[in-house]
Structures are given as C-alpha cells and as structure tokens.
C-alpha cells in the first residue's frame, strides 16, 4: 500500500485522480485564510452554544436533561453523517461552493431554532443545523489541504484550530450569559447571523482547482480502500467519544454543584483558551516535535484533565480540566488531523469527511450514553471512565503516527 503523499497535491481542473498534477498555488492568502477560519469558528459557535444552556432549556420547556440532550447529540450525529456527503460534494462541485450552499440551509436552520416553540421543533431544528454546519470545518481543513505542502501543513491547520477553538469559548461564554440576562433564543440566532453573511463573503475565496469528476462514489473506492484510513478513523471515534461527548457535561457537573448558567459557561470557556495557547505551541513545535511526541503530550494533558475532574468538580477543579482539555486537543487532534489529510490526496474531501464522520459519531454516542449518568448527577464516574479511556486513545494514536510513512 502506498502511503506516500506528493509534495504538492493540488490538481488541475481536467487532472483524474491518477493524473499529473499542476503547478501549485503560492501559499494560501491571509485573507483566504480569515474566511476559513471565520467558517470555522461559527461552525464551532454553533455546535457548542447548547452546552451550558441545557438545564435552562430543560427547565423553560418542561422537559428533562435526557430529553434536551437529545438536541445535543442529534446535532452530533447529524454533523458527523452528513461528512461524507458535504465531502463527497466538495470533491464533485468544489470547496466554496459546497461551504456556501451548506451555510444557506444553516442560517435556516438556526432561525428555526429560534423559533422553536417545544422540544420536539428544538431538537428537530438543531439536528438540521448540525447537518449543514457539518460542511465548514471540513471544507476549510480540505482547502488547506489542496492548497499548502504537507511538510507545513499542520501550520495553517493549527490557525483553523485556534479559530475552531475561539468558536468553542466564545460560544460558552455567550450563551451562559445571554441565556442567563435575555433568552436562550438569542443565542441560537447568533450563528445564523453569521452564516448568512459568510454566504456573500466567501465569493471572494478562489476555488482551488481540483480532479474532474468521475464516478460518483469514486473518492469512496478511493478512501476505504486504504487501510490507514480506517485505523485513523478508528483512532478519531474514540477520540471523538473520549474528549468531545465527555466535554459536553463539564458545564452541566458546574451547575449539579449550584453554580449559575453564567458561571458554567464561563468555565467551560476555557477549553477554548486552553485550545488557543496551547495550539500557538503546536505552531513552533511542528518541525521540531515528531508527531508521536505531540500525540503523547495531548493525551497525557487529556488524561490529567479527566482525573481532575473526577477527583472534585469544584470551580478551580473544572477550570483545570477545561485548560487542559483544551490543550490536549490541539497538541493531539491537530496532529491527527493533519495525519488525515495525507491519507488520500486523490479523494482528499472525501477522506477528511470520512475522519469526521467518525470524530462526531464518537462524541454523539459518548454524549449519549452518558447522559443517563449525568442525570443522576454521577459525574465522578463519568469523567473517570474517560481519564481510562484516554490511555488506549493515545496509545493507538501514537503507535498508528509511528508506524505510517508519508
């Protein structure tokens, strides 16, 4: 099996697969890369807002914790199903193009999140906002993808993962304290606004070029052929289930113990400071580091974090976890992130939407399974179930990293 990525893997419009490639671009534009990242960052915002607004929700409709978690977890789901069709048609009508249609059906669904009028719209509306944010990141990274060398890839990816983080915290914050001092509502209008304006923006991002179109599932044969593709989307479920679906319950174990909505959200905040610091030393690492060493020191913070929280969900306990958590993501998922995008140049969105299918659908089980927990206020065993998960994580991340030769 070739593993092997070229140093440039941009192809020209009428390139196939197995074709010549073209020139390739001059590194991507700063402007470029603010509407990628601006495309990130309110997919994050999106998918994160919900968090320490779940028992205030819960409370104003009428329903339980489990029953508004359903909106959570769908969102989840959705956004990790509907990878590989956002990448199956960024591959087939291009990056942009694919970026803008998704975040004209997000806008619509975030207005209907708004005006949801019970839980079953809510759910139903943030289940449909999932599959349509579900086009952004990926789209982002797989442009980076087409567009810098693999050899500094994970430099520019670490800037979509500061935005991706700025997302996360700017979106707890908000949320805790909007939901808090005006509605809930509000919030979920927030996104949309954004998404609206980003449909008119980004017609100023040139297409990269790209493969002709061949057979319709084509990337499909492409990707799944590769048996390191199904190893690294092995390695980003757990992931995805261990980090993503038990972050979810940092803001809810805050509130069990009497803090306020505002607080909650605040704390869980940090995950994305955590994120953003540690993903500027990732930047001056890469080069320096190998990739297992980053993948280790990932895992290490992740599984301290986790063990904090299951020793005391007090503030500085939580705030702890939060920075670490943070900081484990970008020192871990970005350099898993950046292993995927050489996997299958060929198919590249494709094989990237296929990472986060598997990402997602990890966190939304996670979320799910754990919220029977949560709802009898046993977050001791929770996050201590996922400071143990952390140690196959990063064992089979760091040893697949290893192994693989681009």
Same mark, same amino acid.
């Given at each position: 099996?070739?593993?092997?990525?070229?140093?440039?893997?941009t192809l020209t419009p009428t390139a196939t697969a197995t074709g010549p490639a073209a020139p390739t671009a001059p590194p991507i534009p700063a402007a470029s890369l603010r509407l990628l990242r601006a495309a990130g960052f309110v997919s994050n915002f999106d998918r994160f807002c919900i968090t320490p607004m779940l028992i205030l929700i819960g409370t104003q409709l009428g329903v339980s914790l489990t029953t508004v978690m359903l909106a959570a977890s769908g969102y989840f789901l959705a956004y990790g199903l509907m990878q590989p069709v956002w990448g199956l048609a960024s591959d087939r009508l291009g990056r942009v193009r694919v970026m803008r249609i998704s975040l004209t059906g997000a806008a619509v669904a975030a207005l209907c999140s708004v005006l949801a009028p019970g839980a079953t719209v809510l759910i139903v509306a943030r289940i449909a906002a999932g599959a349509f944010f579900a086009a952004s990141i990926a789209a982002s990274i797989t442009y980076v993808g087409d567009t810098v060398p693999a050899a500094v890839r994970q430099?520019?990816?670490?800037?979509?993962?500061?935005?991706?983080?700025?997302?996360?915290?700017?979106?707890?914050?908000?949320?805790?304290?909007?939901?808090?001092?005006? *509605?809930?509502?509000?919030?979920?209008?927030?996104?949309?606004?954004?998404?609206?304006y980003l449909v008119f923006a980004l017609r100023r991002l040139p297409e990269p070029p790209r493969a002709a179109p061949g057979a319709l599932l084509a990337p499909f044969k492409v990707v799944l052929s590769s048996r390191w593709q199904w190893y690294v989307m092995a390695v980003a479920m757990l992931e995805g289930g261990v980090l993503l679906g038990f972050l979810t319950y940092i803001a809810p174990a805050l509130e069990a113990q009497?803090?306020?909505?505002?607080?909650?959200?605040?704390?869980?905040a940090l995950y994305g400071v955590g994120s953003m610091a540690a993903a500027q030393m990732v930047k001056r690492l890469v080069g320096r580091w190998s990739p297992v060493r980053l993948i280790v020191v990932g895992g290490v913070q992740m599984a301290?974090?986790?063990?904090?929280?299951?020793?005391?969900? *007090?503030?500085?306990?939580?705030?702890?976890?939060?920075?670490?958590?943070?900081?484990?993501?970008?020192?871990?998922? *970005?350099?898993?992130?950046?292993?995927?995008?050489?996997?299958?140049?060929?198919?590249? %969105?494709?094989?990237?939407?296929?990472?986060?299918?598997?990402?997602?659908?990890?966190?939304?089980?996670? *979320? %799910?399974?754990?919220?029977?927990?949560?709802?009898?206020?046993?977050?001791?065993?929770?996050?201590?179930?996922?400071a143990i998960l952390t140690v196959p994580l990063t064992v089979a991340a760091a040893v697949g990293r290893a192994r693989y030769r681009n």
């Amino acid at each position: 099996m070739d593993t092997t990525e070229s140093p440039r893997t941009t192809l020209t419009p009428t390139a196939t697969a197995t074709g010549p490639a073209a020139p390739t671009a001059p590194p991507i534009p700063a402007a470029s890369l603010r509407l990628l990242r601006a495309a990130g960052f309110v997919s994050n915002f999106d998918r994160f807002c919900i968090t320490p607004m779940l028992i205030l929700i819960g409370t104003q409709l009428g329903v339980s914790l489990t029953t508004v978690m359903l909106a959570a977890s769908g969102y989840f789901l959705a956004y990790g199903l509907m990878q590989p069709v956002w990448g199956l048609a960024s591959d087939r009508l291009g990056r942009v193009r694919v970026m803008r249609i998704s975040l004209t059906g997000a806008a619509v669904a975030a207005l209907c999140s708004v005006l949801a009028p019970g839980a079953t719209v809510l759910i139903v509306a943030r289940i449909a906002a999932g599959a349509f944010f579900a086009a952004s990141i990926a789209a982002s990274i797989t442009y980076v993808g087409d567009t810098v060398p693999a050899a500094v890839r994970q430099r520019p990816l670490s800037e979509l993962m500061t935005a991706f983080a700025l997302g996360t915290a700017v979106a707890t914050v908000v949320a805790g304290a909007l939901a808090h001092y005006v *509605s809930w509502r509000l919030v979920f209008a927030l996104p949309g606004l954004i998404a609206a304006y980003l449909v008119f923006a980004l017609r100023r991002l040139p297409e990269p070029p790209r493969a002709a179109p061949g057979a319709l599932l084509a990337p499909f044969k492409v990707v799944l052929s590769s048996r390191w593709q199904w190893y690294v989307m092995a390695v980003a479920m757990l992931e995805g289930g261990v980090l993503l679906g038990f972050l979810t319950y940092i803001a809810p174990a805050l509130e069990a113990q009497g803090a306020s909505v505002t607080l909650a959200g605040a704390v869980s905040a940090l995950y994305g400071v955590g994120s953003m610091a540690a993903a500027q030393m990732v930047k001056r690492l890469v080069g320096r580091w190998s990739p297992v060493r980053l993948i280790v020191v990932g895992g290490v913070q992740m599984a301290v974090a986790f063990g904090l929280a299951a020793t005391s969900r *007090s503030v500085p306990a939580l705030v702890g976890c939060a920075l670490l958590l943070g900081g484990g993501w970008a020192f871990m998922h *970005s350099t898993i992130q950046s292993w995927s995008t050489t996997l299958s140049p060929a198919a590249r %969105a494709t094989g990237v939407a296929m990472f986060g299918v598997a990402l997602y659908v990890g966190s939304a089980l996670a *979320s %799910a399974l754990a919220a029977g927990a949560a709802e009898h206020h046993d977050y001791q065993g929770m996050f201590l179930t996922a400071a143990i998960l952390t140690v196959p994580l990063t064992v089979a991340a760091a040893v697949g990293r290893a192994r693989y030769r681009n």
